[in-house]
């Protein structure tokens, strides 16, 4: 998966919206997702800098792309500001907060 795609990059400018407090009002607002735990990390693969990068369980995140890879990870905008690859059973809904 390529952050170059285009249908990725528009749900990042989205989630980024979103996030700014200014969201398409012709879409329906991205749910909110927890990273699993509450204490330590977990170490997610970075799009961007193509390495691991620790990430802080109870982060919230944003999906931003559900299509499984081989390795049953999620692509996912976490608040540290990172797209990461994530394992689909270490984020859970939370809703809208």
Not at 18 to 26: T, V
Not at 61 to 70: A, G, K, N, W, Y
Not at 72 to 92: H, L
Request: glycine content about 6%; aromatic content about 8%; overall charge positive.
């Amino acid at each position: 998966m390529k952050l170059e795609d285009t249908v990725i990059t528009k749900k990042l400018q989205r989630v980024l919206n979103q996030l700014a407090g200014i969201p398409d009002k012709n879409k329906e607002l991205l749910p909110e997702m927890i990273i699993r735990g509450s204490s330590g990390y977990i170490m997610c693969y970075d799009i961007t800098s193509r390495s691991f990068i620790k990430v802080a369980r109870g982060t919230t995140c944003f999906m931003i792309d559900e299509t499984l890879d081989p390795r049953n990870r999620v692509m996912v905008y976490v608040s540290s500001n990172n797209v990461v690859m994530i394992d689909r059973k270490e984020i859970f809904y939370v809703g809208y907060n």
